[in-house]
T-cell receptor, first 112, second 111 residues
């Protein structure tokens, strides 16, 4: 069964460093998303991507964040200068039609 | 503002003890309501989509139902492996295609 994959599973970085989180969505899906979940809290939407451009973004997704689809399979989230409060689980999701979303296993980001 | 409230926050059941989880929502119009299962440290796993009041979906010991104001996830004769957090997400009508997630119900099933 096709699934969304994410790498790395755990990333530890120092405050102020740049990180890139990688995702491979399900191959025939057209809509891509990044979410984050701080421990014990709700799943929070960051950004959605369709037709090679950002379609929606939340207030969390400020200038420190960017997304790219560098090739036909990968979808990346870059955080330019990490802060302590960026520590969270980051989930990539994809959807064939913008309705049902299928999530990856997540990347645990720890900023020290 | 769209709101999604799940109750209870936590639920402990004995194996075989059936129960229901609730997701109440306030939206201007409903495109779809989604149920997910999330295990600790893992991503949400898609379970069901419901589109209109009266609709029901089933999978193994789980059955999801939908009214105009709420959805229920019924768990029949649960097993310890059903222990997880169950998330509800609502996609409202309008320009946005981003669902609003509830905080989830943490279910523990004791053997």
């Amino acid at each position: 069964e096709p699934e969304v994959t994410q790498t790395p599973s755990h990333q530890v970085t120092q405050m102020g460093q740049e990180v890139i989180l990688r995702c491979v969505p399900i191959s025939n899906h057209l809509y891509f998303y990044w979410y984050r979940q701080i421990l014990g809290q709700k799943v929070e939407f960051l950004v959605s991507f369709y037709n090679n451009e950002i379609s929606e973004k939340s207030e969390i997704f400020d200038d420190q964040f960017s997304v790219e689809r560098p090739d036909g399979s990968n979808f990346t989230l870059k955080i330019r200068s990490t802060k302590l409060e960026d520590s969270a689980m980051y989930f990539c999701a994809s959807s064939v039609d913008g309705y049902e979303q299928y999530f990856g296993p997540g990347t645990r980001l720890t900023v020290t | 503002e769209d709101q999604v409230t799940q109750s209870p926050e936590a639920l402990r059941l004995q194996e075989g003890e059936s129960s229901s989880l609730n997701c109440s929502y306030t939206v201007s119009g409903l495109r779809g309501l989604f149920w997910y299962r999330q295990d600790p440290g893992k991503g949400p796993e898609f379970l069901f989509t419901l589109y209109s009041a009266g609709e029901e979906k089933e999978k193994e010991r789980l059955k999801a139902t939908l009214t105009k104001k709420e959805s229920f996830l019924h768990i029949t004769a649960p097993k310890p492996e059903d222990s997880a957090t169950y998330l509800c997400a609502v996609l409202a009508s309008g320009g946005s295609y981003i669902p609003t997630f509830g905080r989830g119900t943490s279910l523990i099933v004791h053997p």
